[in-house]
């Protein structure tokens, strides 16, 4: 007898396991995206150069606009208005110095007013106040319209001079640790203002700093120009010789 035949088997793929296939699904869909990236890349490249022409057209637009607009007219500020001053009737009306009254000058001390007469300067004829200095052997002339920018004013009477050495008895008030320079600005300061007070307490300041240490030239030269201003002028109203009243303002300062 003949023996019988197996019957022969086929052979058929086995499945992958879920994991494997959730893998493959997952490299098609990067390789999907990646591939869209790459596509979306180079249509942007391809549409660059049209935008760089558009953008590269604007300008000559624009010059062209530019050119067609005229040019704004420059704003021009206006002119400062020229000082007032004031005429020589009103100046002449409101003097309050007369021919032989004394002045005080902001720099050059007590004076004299001689006389007023008219003088030619420049284009214009003004009256002029004619001013002696005898303790300085000068003259010297300003016009009527000027004498109120000049500093000029009358000399300190009785009544003043009290207020006067109770400045100069007071404390100083100086900075002996600031420099010499910034001490001479602020003192000149007061030595062109002119007023009694702001010379007395200049008197007082530098005269206390000299115990203290030595001063500068231009401190030196503030103090001397200050205290012969002061001192002749308390002597005029005092009635007093000009070197005693100096001697008399050292010691209340030198103390």
Excluded: W
Excluded at 43 to 63: L, Q
């Amino acid at each position: 007898m003949k023996a019988k035949k197996k019957p022969v088997r086929k052979k058929t793929a086995r499945k992958a396991p879920a994991r494997k296939r959730k893998a493959a699904t997952k490299a098609k869909r990067s390789t999907k995206k990646t591939k869209t990236r790459a596509k979306a890349k180079s249509s942007s490249k391809s549409k660059a150069p049209a935008r760089k022409r558009t953008a590269r057209a604007a300008p000559a637009a624009s010059k062209k606009q530019a050119a067609a607009k005229p040019p704004a007219s420059p704003v021009e500020a206006p002119a400062p208005e020229p000082e007032k001053l004031p005429s020589i009737e009103e100046a002449l009306a409101t003097l309050p110095y007369g021919e032989g009254s004394f002045v005080v000058h902001p720099k050059y001390g007590l004076g004299k007013v001689d006389r007023i007469r008219k003088r030619t300067l420049s284009t214009r004829t003004v009256p002029c106040l004619e001013i002696s200095f005898p303790y300085q052997d000068m003259r010297l002339t300003i016009p009527v319209d000027q004498v109120e920018r000049s500093g000029l004013r009358n000399p300190i009477g009785r009544r003043e001079i009290v207020k006067i050495f109770s400045v100069l008895k007071g404390r100083a008030t100086f900075d002996a640790k600031r420099r010499s320079a910034k001490r001479v600005i602020d003192y000149r300061k007061r030595l062109n203002m002119g007023d009694p007070t702001s010379l007395a307490e200049a008197v007082r300041d530098l005269g206390r700093l000299s115990l203290k240490k030595s001063l500068s030239y231009e401190e030196r030269k503030i103090l001397s120009t200050a205290l012969r201003i002061l001192s002749r002028e308390v002597a005029l109203a005092r009635g007093r010789d000009a070197e005693d009243v100096r001697e008399e303002i050292e010691k209340i300062v030198y103390r």
